[in-house]
């Protein structure tokens, strides 16, 4: 295994990874983190959050946050996520993570955080620029080291997030002594799904299929997927199709063999490999859609997925914190 350098962390693998609950999970999460995040429960010790904290830098909206968070808690658990095997919890849930960022920013030079491409493209989109923003990459790492984490599964656009947090974790064990794994991200082979304009899917862009949309508006969304202007009776090229793209990430290979065929073929609309599409969808997240039904009708049990995940969580976030503060010259917390 060469997913750790790892001395300080005694036991199995530690896996984590957070979700922002800045709006109604979509394709791109899924295939790009949820789906290896549930696979990856059977392989190490996971930890995996909602990420409140890091959400307040653009959803400043109490009612909506709540709602938010709950939304994907719901939509973790119906997707096959098992609180016997992982803690999953609110990072908020957690605070000592926010001890951490502060501490972790006293060694993290201004000139890494101003390379961040992704502060640069939401300050860009019009996100205000707030010092939370700003600071995002180090209360991230701290969400990573808390846990002493070796592996962590993210899409593309989190990778150099993860290289920050290296920086961030060698520099404060060259400073004060070997505290922190240096964690490595793991990607997931469908690292960019592409929205309904081709573009990177996307919360922020607008231009999302959700993964617990179903019937009417979910129909309505597959038809606004932008295709060109071929005619439904000339050859298509399937690899420049966002509808075929979307397929591939459900279809077998003979499945997805068979549709590229029809495209080169000519003879076929777009139109009907979107209804192929959709029965995939229909077929592939049916199981799951009832399941989250069931779970919404009873609240109280998510609130307890939560709350044990919390305090798991927060036992490990307590110890490294004891080291963390003993390495840098403060005493153990005597509170709480
Ligand atoms: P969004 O861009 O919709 O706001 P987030 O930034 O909250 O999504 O991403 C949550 C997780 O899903 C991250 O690990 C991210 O890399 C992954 N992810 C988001 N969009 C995509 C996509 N289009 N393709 C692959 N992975 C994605
Ligand atoms: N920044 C991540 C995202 O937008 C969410 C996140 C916060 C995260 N803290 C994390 C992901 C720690 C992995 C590990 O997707």
Redesign the pocket.
Known sequence: MTDAQSKPNPGPRRIL?G??P??KL?L??Y???IKQHIALQEEGQCFYFIADYHALTTTQDAKALSERTRDVALDYLALGLDPKKAAYFRQSDVPEVTELAWILGTVTPMGLLERAVSYKEKVEKGIEASVGLFTYPVLMAADILIYRSHLVP?????VQHLEMTRDIAEKFNRVYGNVFPIPKERLDK????P?VDGQ?????YGN?IEIFAEGKPLQKTLMAIVTDSTKVEDPKDPDKCNVFALYSLFATPEEKEALAARYRAGGMGYGDAKKLLLEKINGYFGPAREKRKELAAHPDDVEDVLRDGAKRARAEAQATMALVREAVGMKASSVG
């Not at 993210?154 to 989190?158: E, M």
């Not at 469908?190 to 799904?193: I, L, Q, T």
């Not at 990177?200 to 922020?204: E, G, L, N, R, T």
Request: aromatic fraction near 4%; glycine fraction near 18%.
């Open positions: 990874s979700v922002q800045s709006g979509h791109g999460n295939f790009g983190a993210v899409g593309k656009d989190q469908e690292s960019k799904v929205g990177k899917m996307s919360k922020s999302t």
